[in-house]
């Protein structure tokens, strides 16, 4: 990563706290949104150097968080399949669903891969024309982009052997709710920049003998192919709904 070293100065990260400290008059309640800056802030002590009249909060928090839990079962039974290739993130491995999490199913013999993007799955789905190769593509409107571009690359090149199991949430109607609320105390509240809708690729199709496994309505969950044509720690329960608004399917 460039710029690591510099973004761990202790002189650099010393003079923008006197900084802080000088500018800050009057007391702020401050929500970071992301569970990964939340990790951050935590594990570099921030929250320790901060002047005592700034209060972090912790937001509706990542989409592992907020993942529905039908989501998490499609993928165990997906993941499970035989001659299916499951691709994942590696926080999603760890995630429970309603009586395992995709760490076990790899353990009882399921392919299940860990990518660091959906791109290295649409690579395997081209080495291993002979399996199904699945993306669990989650994530806000930032990740959106990457997992249509997978798709997109997938139908070009014909792999009719790639998919995604796509549950994408949207982070604006989260912070509405958390900011209109009677209750609420947040003066700021900062996400990762993003400037793209969050939608996801392709028509969709269920997944053959993923039984008992349920779409929420509320999320923005399809299984997206590229054989279709035409083509991803909440601190409130109503955060948590809005941020599972409906996306169009392109």
Known sequence: MKYLD??????????????IHRMTTRPWAIMEVCGGQTHSIIRNGIDQILPPQIELI???GCPVCVTPLDVIDQAM???AQPGVTFCSFGDMLRVPGSAKD???VKSEGGDVRVVYSPLDAVKLAREKPDRQVVFFGIGFETTAPANAMAVH???REGLTNFSMLVSHVLVPPAIAAI???????????????????????????RW???????SSPRASSRWTSSKASGGPCGSSRRARRASRTPTSAW
């Open 6 to 19: 510099e973004f761990r100065d202790a002189d650099v990260a010393r003079r923008l706290s006197d900084d």
């Open 77 to 79: 039974a997906i993941a």
């Open 179 to 205: 900011m209109t609320a009677p209750r609420n105390r947040v003066r700021r509240s900062w996400r990762r920049a993003t400037c793209v809708p969050s939608w996801a690729c392709g028509n969709t199709r």
């Open 208 to 214: 053959p003998n993923a039984s008992g496994c349920r």
């Open 153 to 155: 690359i997938a139908r």
């Open 102 to 104: 995709l760490f076990q």
């Open 58 to 60: 912790h937001g509706p």
